[in-house]
């Protein structure tokens, strides 16, 4: 399984991104799929998941009503909409493809490698 994240840049506090991860190889309706960033000095850290099968969402405090994930089964793609950005989220934002619907970065397998993101006030 291979995963190419995508979509990342450089704007303005308040515009929008969408992120994408394309993945190839056989995805099942029991994986899950999950968005983690990591800033700079910091760990990474989680920020939203979805399960391929059901669609079921979790989303990190930092980022709910702000952050939408969601998911094209027949693209084989996650994508991570990203409105109302603020400095705080600038990282590099990575897609991971796990097993369970956590939050702990450990419990993935697969992860692409990363899409920058910079948020200026």
């Known amino acids: 399984v291979q995963l190419q994240a995508s979509g990342g840049g450089s704007v303005q506090a308040g515009d929008s991104l969408r992120l994408s991860c394309a993945a190839s190889?056989?995805?099942?309706?029991?994986?899950?799929m999950g968005w983690f960033r990591q800033a700079p000095r910091k760990d990474r850290e989680f920020v939203a998941l979805i399960s391929w099968g059901a669609g079921h969402t979790m989303y990190a405090d930092s980022v709910k009503g702000r952050f939408t994930i969601s998911r094209d089964s027949a693209k084989n793609t996650v994508y991570l909409q990203m409105n109302g950005l603020e400095p705080e989220d600038t990282a590099v934002y990575y897609c991971?493809?796990?097993?369970?619907?956590?939050?702990?970065?450990?419990?993935?397998?697969?992860w692409g490698q990363g899409t920058q993101v910079t948020v200026s006030s």
């Open positions: 991971a493809r796990g097993r369970y619907r956590v939050r702990d970065p450990t419990e993935y397998d697969y």
């Open positions: 190889g056989r995805t099942y309706s029991s994986h899950v």
